[in-house]
C-alpha cells in the first residue's frame, strides 16, 4: 500500500512510514488530524492508541474514525452467518470507541452513522466478495465461505442489477480537549 501511494502525484513531498499505532514515530503536538479508516478494530491496545493519538495531536486538533461497529447493518453479516462470533468478539461497539477516546483527554465533537457505497451492483459486490479480502470473510472455513456465496448469489440474482449495494459505517470525530 505504501509502494502505491507513493506513486501518485499529488503525494509529492509526502513522507511515508510504517510504525505502531500506539508508537508514532513523531514529536508531541506537531499534526492537525489523526484519520484512522476500517483499522480500529485491529488495535490490541485500543486506549494506547488513543493516547498516543492525543500526544501528537495540537491543541484543537481532530482524531477523526472511521469504522465499522458491532451495531451497523453491513452486507457481510447476512449472508456469511459464520461470522457473527467474530462481529461480536471483535467489532467494536459505538460506546466503546467514545468511551475510549474521552478517557484519554478528548471531547466527541460528531458521530454520525453513514451509508457508504461498497459497490455499484450486486454482480460486482458478488465478485469482490469472492475475493476474500475482507478480514472476516477470509478467515472462515470453505465450508462456511461457500454457503455465503451460494446465498449471495442467489440475491444478486434477484436484485435490481442497477442498485448499488451499500452498507452502514460509523464516523467519529473528535478533538483532544484541554
Not at 76 to 85: D, E, G, S
Not at 121 to 135: E, N
Amino acid at each position: 500500500m505504501i509502494d502505491q501511494a507513493r506513486r501518485k502525484l499529488a503525494t509529492r513531498g509526502v513522507l511515508f512510514q510504517r510504525a505502531l499505532a500506539e508508537a508514532l514515530p513523531l514529536a508531541g503536538g506537531c499534526v492537525d488530524l489523526v484519520f484512522m479508516s476500517q483499522v480500529y478494530h485491529h488495535f490490541s491496545d485500543p486506549s494506547a492508541v488513543a493516547r498516543e493519538c492525543r500526544r501528537v495531536l495540537r491543541d484543537a486538533g481532530y482524531a477523526c474514525i472511521r469504522n465499522t461497529t458491532r451495531e451497523n447493518d453491513f452486507v457481510y453479516r447476512h449472508f456469511f452467518l459464520a461470522i457473527q462470533p467474530l462481529i461480536e468478539g471483535e467489532l467494536p461497539d459505538r460506546q466503546g470507541i467514545e468511551g475510549t477516546f474521552v478517557r484519554a483527554g478528548f471531547a466527541r465533537m460528531a458521530h454520525q452513522i453513514v451509508r457508504q457505497m461498497v459497490a455499484h451492483d450486486w454482480t460486482t459486490f458478488v465478485g469482490k466478495t469472492a475475493l476474500r479480502a475482507d478480514s472476516f470473510v477470509a478467515r472462515l472455513s470453505m465450508e462456511e465461505f461457500d454457503a455465503g456465496m451460494t446465498a449471495l448469489r442467489a440475491r444478486a440474482a434477484k436484485a435490481n442489477l442497477d442498485g448499488a449495494v451499500t452498507e452502514e459505517i460509523d464516523w467519529f470525530v473528535f478533538t483532544k480537549a484541554d
